[in-house]
C-alpha cells in the first residue's frame, strides 16, 4: 500500500475517534442545576451592586462600601455568613420620633 494512503487514514481514524469521545463525555455529563439566590443587602463593595434601589436605577452604582440599601444576588442560607441581611434596611420615616413616654413614680 501507499505511505500515503496509510498516513491519512491513520489520521482520519484518530479524528474520528476523537469526536466520538467528545460526544460520549458530553452526553454522560448531568444537566447543571440553577442555584438558589437570594438577595443580600449590605454586602455590596463600592460601584459592584446588582440593581438599583430607591437612589439609583442601575447595578454598578453604588456610591460606598456595605450600604444598606444596596444588594447583590448570593447563594441562598450564605447572607448572614457574609455579614449581611435578606431584608432590606427599613426606609427612614417622614414622621418625627415619638416622645418617650413618662411613667409616674
Excluded at 444537566?31 to 430607591?54: F, H, L, Q, S, V
Amino acid at each position: 500500500m501507499n505511505r500515503q494512503l496509510i498516513l491519512s487514514s491513520a489520521i482520519a481514524g484518530l479524528v474520528a475517534m476523537s469526536s466520538i469521545g467528545n460526544t460520549v463525555s458530553a452526553q454522560n455529563k448531568a444537566p447543571a442545576k440553577k442555584e438558589a439566590r437570594e438577595k443580600c443587602y449590605g454586602i455590596a463593595k463600592k460601584g459592584m451592586n446588582d440593581c438599583g434601589t430607591a437612589k439609583h436605577s442601575c447595578a454598578g452604582y453604588a456610591e460606598k462600601d456595605n450600604m444598606p440599601e444596596e444588594w447583590k444576588f448570593v447563594a441562598k442560607g450564605t447572607c448572614e455568613k457574609m455579614g449581611g441581611k435578606v431584608k432590606a434596611a427599613a426606609k427612614p420615616s417622614d414622621k418625627p420620633a415619638a416622645a418617650p413616654q413618662q411613667y409616674p413614680g
